[in-house]
Nanobody, 115 residues
Framework: QVQLVESGGGLVQAGGSLRLSCTTS????????MGWYRQAPGNQRELVAG???????NYADSVKGRFTISRDNAKNTVFLQMNVLKPEDTADYYC?????????WGKGTLVTVSS
């Protein structure tokens, strides 16, 4: 069973930066979209950013200009560079990979932004 392994979460002060990474436990072929969702306590899970196999990206309005998504296809890895972090960015961040007509999910990594 393929697993997604996330890393890079942690505690940071407002205005700081973090870089999240998500990679697969084994090689997956024919990966399409990759991306990140987040879920704060009491809130629904929301899409943060996505990136297609062609490199097209989309972002939630709340993170545009601050977050950048990228991918390394050779390593089955997706990244999320988060700059100018705000306390409202505090959440569990989940990566996903779409491949072979299914979506794989990571278990989440916690990002906490202190004011």
């Amino acid at each position: 069973q393929v697993q997604l392994v996330e890393s890079g979460g942690g505690l940071v002060q407002a205005g700081g930066s973090l870089r999240l990474s998500c990679t697969t436990s084994e090689t997956i072929f024919s990966i399409n979209d990759m991306g990140w969702y987040r879920q704060a306590p009491g809130n629904q899970r929301e899409l943060v950013a996505g990136i297609t196999s062609a490199g097209s990206t989309n972002y939630a309005d709340s993170v545009k200009g601050r977050f950048t998504i990228s991918r390394d296809n050779a390593k089955n890895t997706v990244f999320l560079q988060m700059n100018v972090l705000k306390p409202e960015d505090t959440a569990d961040y989940y990566c996903y990979i779409d491949a072979n007509r299914r979506r794989y999910w990571g278990k989440g990594t916690l990002v906490t932004v202190s004011s």
